[in-house]
Structures are given as C-alpha cells and as structure tokens.
T-cell receptor
Framework: SQQGEEDPQALSIQEGENATMNCSYK?????LQWYRQNSGRGLVHLIL?????REKHSGRLRVTLDTSKKSSSLLITASRAADTASYFC???????????FGQGTRLTINP | GAGVSQTPSNKVTEKGKYVELRCDPI?????LYWYRQSLGQGPEFLIY????????DSGLPNDRFFAVRPEGSVSTLKIQRTERGDSAVYLC??????????FGPGTRLTVL
C-alpha cells in the first residue's frame, strides 16, 4: 500500500524557475527521504531528513518537514532541463526499515 | 565505489515459468531490500534482509515469491509459476542500518 501522496502529480515549468513538490504521509515516521527517478528505472537518493529535523539543504535542494501536519516539501531552485524526472518521497516508521513510497511527481523542465 | 548492481537488466519469460533475479549490494551494507514498481506507481516493498535473515517479508504478495541471502551479501529473488501480473520493475536497495537506501538500476520483468 502507498503511504504518501505527492502533490502535484505532474508539474511543468520553465528552465530557471523554482519547482516545489509536496508530500503527505499518514503514520509517525523515523525518516523521510526524497528520490529522483529517470525513465522508470533506478532511483537516485537526493536527501534524508530525520523526524527531529525541520529543514535540510543540499546544493539546489531544500527539504522541509512538518511532523505535526505529516507533510514535507522539496524545493528545487534554478531548475535545469536535467532535473526532468519523477520525484518520490518515502518514509520509514520507527522500528521498521522498509520504505513506503508515494506515487510521485512527474517534473518537466522546459528549455 | 561500486553501487548496487542487478542482473539481468531485462527478463522476458512465459507464463508459468520460474525466474531468478539477482542483486549485489554495496560492499559492507548489512541491510538489503527488494521492491517492485509497476508502471506509473511508486515502488512497493517486498522483503528486507538484515544480514542473512529475512527481517521483514510482509510485502511478498504470495508464496510464489521467495528471496534468499545465504552469505549476507548477494541476494536472489525467486518467482515460481510466473503470472502476467508479475510484470514490473524489480528494484533492489542496500543500506547501513537506519540510513539512506541506495537503489540498483532494477530488473524489468515481462511475463508473456
């Protein structure tokens, strides 16, 4: 079963603009991770944020976590054509290491 | 260093046949995971190994699916009497305990 819901399901923006994707989940979590996937194959790990963290940065990526609202957001600044991909959030619960994924956001960056 | 590798990258089989999918995790990673991803969906958990033992196999859909990790490194996912509904991309990941999971490129299984 899918835990998370990503919003929007699809997003199309111009190169250079910022892209924001949101993720909501249902249960208490230990960590939340964001992944990128190109062409329906392997997932690339982007960033992990722990339940006691509120914000994390990595290069052009900014992730926030609001455990009271059970939601997270991923911001990609100054988007590039190479950022075109599907983005997934995944959560793991305390005591369980399996990841539960949302259905993903398909991001298209137009040159 | 080398990432997670999976073989074969593509597998086409006929309904009713047996298949094996292999995963080589990152060296030193104690945890290994199998997920399955259908078109347009996020990956779904199948089974998780800590060392040689299956710590959580709650995601295996039925008893046609089985996985082993006999020496705590390489793992094999085995599917008996394949059905068309088994067609999907099978993803393997590995990690140090309670850390980021790193995924392989996946095996695309097509059951005709």
């Amino acid at each position: 079963s899918q835990q998370g819901e990503e919003d929007p399901q699809a997003l199309s923006i111009q190169e250079g603009e910022n892209a924001t994707m949101n993720c909501s989940y249902k249960t208490s979590i230990n960590n939340l991770q964001w992944y990128r996937q190109n062409s329906g194959r392997g997932l690339v790990h982007l960033i992990l944020i722990r339940s006691n963290e509120r914000e994390k940065h990595s290069g052009r990526l900014r992730v926030t976590l609001d455990t009271s609202k059970k939601s997270s957001s991923l911001l990609i600044t100054a988007s590039r054509a190479a950022d075109t991909a599907s983005y997934f959030c995944a959560t793991d619960e305390w005591g369980a290491q399996k990841l539960v994924f949302g259905q993903g956001t398909r991001l298209t960056i137009n040159p | 260093g080398a990432g997670v590798s999976q073989t074969p990258s593509n597998k086409v089989t006929e309904k009713g046949k047996y298949v094996e999918l292999r995963c080589d995790p990152i060296s030193g990673h104690t945890a290994l995971y199998w997920y399955r991803q259908s078109l347009g969906q996020g990956p779904e958990f199948l089974i998780y190994f800590q060392g040689t033992g299956a710590a959580d196999d709650s995601g295996l859909p039925n008893d046609r699916f089985f996985a082993v990790r006999p020496e705590g490194s390489v793992s094999t996912l085995k599917i008996q009497r394949t059905e068309r509904g088994d067609s999907a991309v099978y993803l393997c990941a590995s990690s140090l305990e309670y850390n980021e999971q790193f995924f392989g490129p996946g095996t695309r299984l097509t059951v005709l």
